[in-house]
């Protein structure tokens, strides 16, 4: 039986309700693993499991803090040989930037699959058991490593690149809106759609080349990103467009001392003038700006008014919020915005 590692940080999935017809109102992270564990009938005959609780939050409070301790913690497991898989429970809120963060952090050879729940433990048809059951079994398939860190929810598995949550309450709540699903579990067994090769390129190694020509001798991580050293990420803010701006929020941030900024334009990128006006003036101060889209979906093809030499850096097919993990990232690595534009044309 292969050996999975389970690292516990909260969510619905460990959430309690006082009534079976509770859903939306509970309490997040109130269980501890083992008691998660105990109510999944069969999990111990997929998988050989140990498991650990590195905190027991609802996601939405996740820290950077939090983050660092749980990607070194997972890069420790996939360098140590009693490990061949990790699932993490997690809130669903944030899981799809833990999981963006983790993919760009920690080395390819293990499957890597968080999970989480829509419905607290305490819900008559809590969804979070088949999860789990679910997500142990697809760290367990052979057939999971070298796809990138996965989610797997509502029998579905994504990958950590595009997954995102595109429902409030509904138990379909995650979706992969450029790519697709990767895979789903069928009676029990993980299925993927695509042979690895065919599918999504390993985009840490092309990023690590890139990042990597600025010439840093740190060392590093096998991972994309190093978190050798690292105690606290630059801060990226996330502004949202909007009709009638006003450029107030763009300078607002600039006076918080921003490192960088996404802006989630209305369109392909799209910015109201009096935003862009203050994004310009931050990019020439030496601030990153990305723009990605509020749409949801699609890629960020355009430039703003100004063209490719304003500085200002189109963010692919990424959403606001990964955008700013990948802003976060490259900017430990580099200011300069040649560089990071070129990190996010691979997405
Ligand atoms: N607020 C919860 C969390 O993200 C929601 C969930 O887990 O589904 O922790």
């Known amino acids: 039986m292969k050996k999975i590692r389970?690292?516990?940080?909260?969510?619905?999935?460990?959430?309690?309700?006082?009534s079976a017809a509770d859903t939306s109102d509970y309490q997040a992270g109130s269980l501890g693993i083992e008691e998660i564990i105990q109510s999944v009938p069969g999990i111990s005959s997929c998988a050989e499991l140990s498991a650990e609780q590195l905190c027991n939050i609802?996601?939405?409070?996740?820290?950077e803090n939090l983050l660092l301790r749980l990607s070194k913690r997972v890069i420790a497991l996939?360098?140590?040989?009693?490990?061949?898989?990790?699932?993490?429970?997690?809130?669903?809120?944030?899981?799809?930037?833990?999981?963006?963060?983790?993919?760009?952090t920690v080395p390819a050879g293990k499957p890597v699959v968080l999970t989480g729940s829509m419905r607290p433990a305490t819900a008559l048809s809590a969804d979070g058991p088949m999860n789990l059951l679910n997500a142990v079994r697809t760290a367990a398939s052979p057939d999971a490593a070298g796809r990138g860190v996965l989610i797997t929810m509502n029998d579905s598995i994504e990958g950590a690149v595009d997954a995102t949550k595109k429902n409030t309450t509904s138990l379909d709540a995650f979706c992969s809106p450029n790519r697709g699903s990767l895979g789903m579990i069928r009676d029990g067994v993980p299925v993927f759609f695509a042979e690895r090769s065919s599918g999504?390129?390993?985009?840490?190694?092309?990023?690590?080349?890139?990042?990597?020509?600025?010439?840093k001798k740190r060392k590093r991580d096998p991972g994309m990103f190093s978190l050798e050293g690292i105690k606290k990420l630059p801060t990226v803010y996330i502004l949202y467009g909007n009709t009638c701006a006003d450029g107030a929020m763009v300078r607002a941030a600039v006076r918080a001392g921003a490192e960088g900024i996404v802006y989630a334009g209305?369109?392909?990128?799209?910015?109201?003038?009096?935003?862009?006006?203050?994004?310009?003036?931050?990019?020439?101060?030496?601030?990153?700006?990305?723009?990605?889209?509020?749409?949801?979906?699609?890629?960020?093809?355009?430039?703003?008014?100004?063209?490719?030499q304003s500085g200002i850096i189109s963010s692919g097919f990424l959403n606001p919020q990964k955008a700013r993990i990948l802003l976060q990232l490259c900017l430990t690595e580099t200011k300069n915005p040649e560089i990071i534009g070129r990190v996010f044309s691979r997405y």
């Open 78 to 104: 996939i360098g140590q040989e009693g490990t061949d898989g990790i699932v993490i429970t997690h809130g669903t809120d944030t899981m799809e930037e833990t999981a963006f963060f983790l993919h760009l």
């Open 58 to 63: 609802d996601s939405r409070d996740m820290t």
């Open 266 to 308: 209305t369109g392909n990128g799209s910015v109201h003038q009096e935003d862009e006006r203050e994004l310009l003036r931050a990019a020439e101060s030496g601030i990153p700006v990305v723009v990605s889209s509020r749409t949801g979906s699609g890629p960020v093809t355009a430039h703003v008014r100004g063209g490719s």
């Open 6 to 18: 389970i690292i516990a940080t909260g969510g619905t999935i460990a959430g309690t309700a006082d």
């Open 200 to 215: 999504i390129p390993d985009d840490r190694q092309l990023m690590r080349t890139e990042t990597e020509c600025e010439g």
